[in-house]
């Protein structure tokens, strides 16, 4: 057949050819629909998709590809509706193969207009993207294994800070009982009794604070204030952190907020800081440096309005050859029960997954400075729990 038509040029392409071409398709099912919603045309991707040969597929109402649940919510019917009064239509949900059994479908219906302007059918295009649904999902699957994994270590982490700190506050607690018990001035005594109370309360705070992080889940993303996120952020952290060690704060007021999963900012501000306490040795000061800022391109391509957020220390530095791999996840250069590599990776994917990037400046001997490139999210806060 295809011997007898013309070489095909635009002048020659007639409808004819249109029809050979979408009849040719497999990847799409690409078929005409009158505007009730019956089948009037049927391709071979249609065909290869939903398994209904063109013979037994026309003349059929759309709705048998939907599932019951669809149907009885009248899916069908609204999709046609507002094809027709707004000219498209989109969707994307389960469908039905012949055989009964199910695909994720992305399907676009378009109006299909004569020279009047009357509408005289509708074009249907679906494609089966179960493949990609499938990898999204084993992809979301692994981030939440990551990010449980990831909060294990970070747990271990913050415990074994904290247990010194509960070190400290029973100390304080026992040596006050001990002096109040051989005390008879009560004005002596009053000011033990507030020391017990004061470290009491503290070490309460401290595992309230702990159960809370143990307890985070990966969260949908939402609008957050970064001012406040920081503040809270880092007055947990500093728990974890040995007494040699503080954090300065350089936050500037006003931060853009940004869209995102809290407890993955928490997770990846915790897993910066704890880098730098172990770049240090565990003593000295890290800086903690927050501001707006508009890119235009020059971080990794990225435009817009930005919050960016710098961990900066004077530890050992980062040695460049290592630099390359310093995001893979188990790549470590601490010893065994010291890092497992998961730190950066976590804080790799989560400023990817917001948007945004994260970029080192370092060299050996010189301190690191990490920062996080966070995307301004200028949307109504309805949605904005903390
Ligand atoms: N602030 C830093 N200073 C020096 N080296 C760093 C710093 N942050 C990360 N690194 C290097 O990157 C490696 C990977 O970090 P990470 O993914 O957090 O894993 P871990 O801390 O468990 O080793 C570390 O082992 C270390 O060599
Ligand atoms: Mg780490």
């Known amino acids: 057949m295809n011997s007898q038509l013309a070489p095909l040029s635009s002048s020659t392409l007639n409808e004819r050819h249109y029809e050979m071409l979408v009849q040719a398709v497999v ?7 009158d505007p009730a919603g019956y089948v009037v045309s049927w391709n071979a991707g249609a065909a290869r998709i939903k398994g209904y040969e063109a013979g037994e597929a026309i003349g059929l109402h759309l709705s048998v590809f939907y599932t019951d649940e669809d149907r009885r919510i009248d899916k069908p019917r609204h999709l046609l509706d507002r094809a027709l009064r707004e000219g498209r239509a989109q969707d994307e949900g389960w469908r039905l193969r012949k055989d009964g059994t199910r695909f994720w479908a992305l399907v676009v219906i378009d109006a299909i207009r004569n020279e009047q302007g009357e509408i005289i059918g509708l074009a249907k295009i679906t494609r089966d993207i179960t493949d990609r649904r499938e990898a999204e999902e084993r992809y979301d699957a692994l981030r939440a294994q990551l990010f449980q994994a990831q909060k294990l270590e970070a747990l271990g982490q913050l415990s074994g800070g904290m247990a010194h700190d509960f070190n400290n506050l029973l100390t304080i607690i026992l040596s006050a009982a001990k002096l109040a018990s051989r005390s008879n001035d009560p004005a002596r005594l009053a000011s033990l009794l507030d020391n017990i109370q004061a470290a009491g309360e503290r070490g309460a705070q401290m595992t309230r604070n702990l159960l809370t992080f143990a307890r985070c889940e ?159 999210s200028f949307g109504r806060a309805t949605d904005a729990q903390a």
């Open 27 to 33: 990847d799409y099912a690409i078929y005409m629909l």
């Open 218 to 376: 990966p969260k949908p993303n939402h609008l957050v204030d970064i001012n406040q996120l920081l503040a809270a952020a880092t007055s947990f952290i500093t728990q974890a952190l040995p007494q040699t060690m503080t954090i300065e704060m350089q936050v500037d007021d006003g931060l853009h907020r940004v869209q995102l999963d809290p407890s993955e900012l928490d997770m990846a501000l915790l897993n910066l800081i704890l880098n730098a306490r172990d770049a240090m040795g565990g003593r000295g000061t890290i800086t903690l440096q927050a501001s707006n800022r508009r890119l235009a391109g020059e971080v990794d391509g990225l435009h817009g309005e930005f919050v960016v957020i710098a961990v900066v220390d004077q530890g050992c530095g980062i040695d460049p050859a290592i630099l390359p791999r310093l995001f893979e996840p188990f790549f470590t250069t601490k010893g065994i029960g010291k890092g497992t590599g998961l730190g950066l990776s976590q804080v790799y994917g989560f400023a990817r997954q917001a948007g945004g990037c994260v970029q080192v400046e370092s060299s050996t001997g010189r301190g690191a400075t990490l920062k996080l490139y966070l995307p301004a």
